[in-house]
C-alpha cells in the first residue's frame, strides 16, 4: 500500500508515539486517583443518611406550623419597636408595646413547645439537602428564642421559678433541634444558647430558689447538653449540601470527566476535606491541631486573566504530612477547582463559635454549681477548683490550645471568671442582688 519506505517508517514512528502518548495519558489519568491519600471511612455516607429516614414525628413538622405567625409578625410595623432588652431588665419597667407582643405572640408559639418535646428533629432531609435549601424554621427561631426570653423576664417578676425554667428547657431542646442541621443550623443553635445564658445568670440570683431546685436544674441542664448533637452532625449535613450541588456541576463536562477521571477526582478530595475536619471539630481547643489557611493561585487560564478571582483560601488542620498531602491532593483538581473555590464554606467560622458555645455550656453549669455552694455553704469557694467534682463535671476552660482554666476574682457583688486577656468574662451575683444594669445582652 504504501510504496515508499521512508513514509512507511514515518508513520510507523509516528504510531509508536501516539501509543506512548496514549499509554501516558492512560497511566496519568488513573495515577491522579490512586495518587490522592486513601480514605479512612470516616464519612460513612450510607450510615449518615439511615438515621434521617422518614416515618418517625419530627419537631419541624411542628415548627412549622409557627410560620404564618411570622409571616404576619414581619408585616406589622409597630412591633419593629419592641424592646427586647427587656429581657434582661426588671418586667417592672416594661412598655406597654413589649408587653402587648408577647402576650399576642407566646399562645401562637405553643407549637414550638409541643415540638421541644420529641426526640427526633432536623429541618432538612440530608438526602435532599442543597445550596438552595430553605431554613425557614431555624432562621424564624432566633425571633421565637427573642419572645421567649421576654416571656421569662415576666414570668420572673412572678416568681414562678418552676414555670421559668420549664420554659428554659423549652428553648434549649429547640436550640438542639436547630443544631441537628447544617452549619447555618448549627451557629443559630449557638446564638440561642449565647443570648439565654445571661438572662439564666439573673435568674440564679434570686434568693428564694432552694438546693433541692438548683440541683434539679443542674441535671435537666446536663441531661439537655448531652443531648446536643456533636458539631461533626453538621458537618455532614453541610458535606451532602456540598455533594448535592456540587456534583451536578461536575457533571456539566462529561466529555472531560470521562477523558481525565475529573469527577472521580472531585469527589475524593471534596471527602478527604471534610474527613479531615472531622477528625477534629468535637475536640476541645486544647486537644486540637493548630488552624491554618492555605492561600494560593490557581494554575488555570483565568489565572492569567483575573489573578483575584481564581485565588484558593481555606482553612485546614496543621498535623504535619497528613495536611501536607491533603494540600496536594487539593491541587490535583482541575477545571472543577472553581467549584470548590466558590463554595467552601467558612470553617473556621463555626470552629470558633463551637469553642464560645462549650464555654458558654460550661459556664451555665458553673453559674449553677456556685449558687448551690452558695446556698450550702453561705459563701462562694475561695477557688474555682473547690465545686470540682461535687458541684460542677469540669473547670471552665479557655478557647485556645492551652486550655488553661479561667481566672478567679471576688468582687464586690460576687465573683467574676474571665480569660487573662479579658476578652470573655462572666459575673456570678451573691443570691439577692439587684438585677438593675448588671447586664447588657450583646
Not at 346 to 357: C, H, I, R, T, Y
Amino acid at each position: 500500500m504504501f510504496k515508499s519506505p521512508r513514509l512507511k517508517k514515518i508513520i510507523l514512528a509516528v504510531s509508536v508515539v501516539l501509543l506512548c502518548l496514549a499509554g501516558f495519558f492512560l497511566w496519568w489519568r488513573d495515577w491522579r486517583v490512586a495518587s490522592m491519600p486513601n480514605s479512612e471511612g470516616s464519612l460513612n455516607v450510607e450510615e449518615f443518611l439511615a438515621e434521617y429516614e422518614g416515618g418517625e414525628p419530627n419537631a419541624f413538622d411542628e415548627y412549622r406550623k409557627t410560620l404564618p405567625v411570622f409571616i404576619k409578625l414581619h408585616a406589622n410595623a409597630s412591633y419593629a419597636n419592641v424592646n427586647y432588652n427587656m429581657a434582661y431588665d426588671d418586667w417592672e419597667n416594661v412598655d406597654e408595646l413589649t408587653a402587648a407582643y408577647v402576650a399576642e405572640m407566646m399562645p401562637q408559639l405553643q407549637p414550638f413547645a409541643a415540638g421541644s418535646h420529641l426526640e427526633k428533629g432536623f429541618e432538612i432531609d440530608p438526602h435532599r439537602m442543597n445550596f438552595e435549601t430553605l431554613l425557614e424554621v431555624t432562621q424564624e427561631s432566633r425571633e421565637y428564642a427573642r419572645i421567649m426570653l421576654l416571656e421569662t423576664s415576666r414570668l420572673r417578676a412572678e416568681g414562678n421559678w418552676d414555670e421559668v425554667w420549664s420554659r428554659y428547657g423549652e428553648l434549649l431542646r429547640v436550640s438542639g433541634h436547630i443544631r441537628n442541621g447544617c452549619l447555618i443550623s448549627l451557629l443559630v443553635g449557638n446564638a440561642i444558647y449565647k443570648v439565654w445564658y445571661p438572662q439564666f445568670a439573673l435568674f440564679l440570683t434570686d434568693k428564694t430558689l432552694t438546693v433541692e431546685e438548683l440541683k434539679r436544674f443542674r441535671g435537666e441542664l446536663i441531661l439537655i447538653h448531652q443531648q446536643f448533637p456533636p458539631p461533626s452532625v453538621a458537618m455532614k449535613f453541610e458535606y451532602m449540601g456540598m455533594r448535592n450541588s456540587l456534583i451536578p456541576m461536575v457533571e456539566q463536562h462529561p466529555w472531560l470527566n470521562k477523558l481525565t477521571r475529573e469527577d472521580e477526582v472531585f469527589d475524593r478530595i471534596l471527602s478527604l476535606y471534610y474527613e479531615h475536619w472531622l477528625k477534629y471539630v468535637d475536640r476541645p481547643a486544647w486537644d486540637i491541631p493548630p488552624l491554618v489557611e492555605h492561600s494560593c493561585q490557581s494554575s488555570t487560564v483565568a489565572n492569567w486573566i483575573n489573578p483575584q478571582l481564581s485565588q484558593c483560601r481555606w482553612h485546614h488542620f496543621d498535623t504535619g504530612a497528613e495536611s501536607d498531602a491533603l494540600v496536594k491532593a487539593f491541587h490535583k483538581v482541575s477545571y472543577t477547582q472553581k467549584y470548590l473555590r466558590a463554595f467552601m464554606p467558612a470553617l473556621q467560622a463555626v470552629l470558633e463559635s463551637q469553642k464560645k458555645d462549650r464555654l458558654y455550656q460550661q459556664m451555665s453549669l458553673v453559674q449553677l454549681g456556685m449558687h448551690i455552694y452558695y446556698r450550702e455553704q453561705g459563701d462562694f469557694p475561695k477557688q474555682l477548683e473547690d465545686l470540682v467534682p461535687e458541684y460542677i463535671p469540669e473547670l471552665p476552660r479557655t478557647l485556645d490550645e492551652t486550655g488553661d482554666v479561667l481566672l478567679y476574682e471576688r468582687t464586690a457583688e460576687g465573683v467574676l471568671i474571665h480569660t487573662t486577656d479579658m476578652k470573655y468574662a462572666f459575673n456570678v451575683y451573691v443570691p439577692g442582688a439587684s438585677i438593675e444594669n448588671l447586664y447588657t445582652p450583646e
